[in-house]
């Protein structure tokens, strides 16, 4: 049953499960600002809802998410917009991340083809990740000179560690399923054609349990957990806006849209 439609995602219930697609196929599904919006919309939506006991996660078409939509051609506002609003501007990803941490029910993450840069920052926000053998996940910021952002830094050094995450966000690594399954990113990993049934049979399983505890149980998990987040990330866009003035940002993106080697001078 169909719940709601957006431009951007696809909204679908079956009994206590509901299936929210990330529907830019034709992008990769990248996050453009209105896709971000609707994602914050739609996982708000959850609060004021009773039936659903667990919420399902994916990407229609071939990836679960590219990452954010670097389209040129996308807010030219933020460009001539006063330093005060560009910075409100780009804490929307950290309210889509902070939105998904925020669902009360659980949510799982049907993860397949790519989750790069925001798309991944998403996935770990979830409480349970399902991937397809040909799934991957990458930090391409560092590629193209900023520092990763959306408060989701936290999230992956408490899921993968320490080190992992420096060969993820500092090296720009890409990791493969079999990996990520080793390193605790992925809690099981199905073939292309298996995912979405494996990720409705965990969401069945966890809707069949008494709702109450279970939400209450997560919070108190999430809250342990992420008590620090807040305190230490709090300045992660500002750190991007910094970095995304440099002109070794701008060396980066060259270097990347040109696929050449440089020399970085850390100015």
């Known amino acids: 049953m169909i719940v709601n439609s957006y431009s951007n995602l696809l909204v679908e219930r079956e009994g206590h499960v509901s299936v929210v697609t990330f529907n830019r196929p034709q992008k990769a599904n990248a996050l453009d600002r209105s896709h971000l919006e609707e994602i914050e919309a739609v996982s708000n939506l959850f609060r004021d809802d009773s039936e659903t006991r667990v919420v399902v996660f994916t990407g229609a078409g071939k990836h679960f998410s590219s990452g954010a939509d670097l389209s040129p051609d996308l807010d030219p506002i933020d ?23 925020d669902i009360d029910q659980i949510t799982v993450a049907a993860w397949n083809g790519a989750a790069m840069g925001g798309g991944a920052c998403l996935a770990t926000a979830m409480d349970f990740r399902i991937g397809a053998q040909d799934c991957f996940m990458q930090y391409p910021e560092i590629e193209i000179g900023v520092n990763l952002m959306w408060k989701s830094l936290a999230l992956l050094v408490r899921i993968a560690g320490p080190s992992r995450t420096k060969r993820l966000v500092a090296g720009g690594e890409r990791i493969l399923a079999s990996e990520l399954l080793q390193w605790g990113i992925l809690d099981q990993v199905v073939a292309p054609e298996d995912l979405l049934d494996t990720a409705m049979e965990w969401a069945h399983r966890y809707a069949r349990l008494p709702p109450i505890p279970q939400q209450m149980i997560k919070q108190s998990v999430n809250a342990i957990a992420n008590a620090l987040d807040t305190a230490i990330m709090h300045m992660d866009v500002d750190q991007n806006m910094l970095t995304a003035s440099t002109e070794d940002r701008r060396e980066a993106i060259r270097s990347y849209l040109d696929k050449t080697n440089t020399d970085f001078k850390g100015d």
């Open 79 to 101: 460009q001539d917009a006063a330093l005060v609003i560009r910075r409100r501007r780009a804490r929307i990803g950290e309210r889509a991340v902070q939105a998904i941490l």
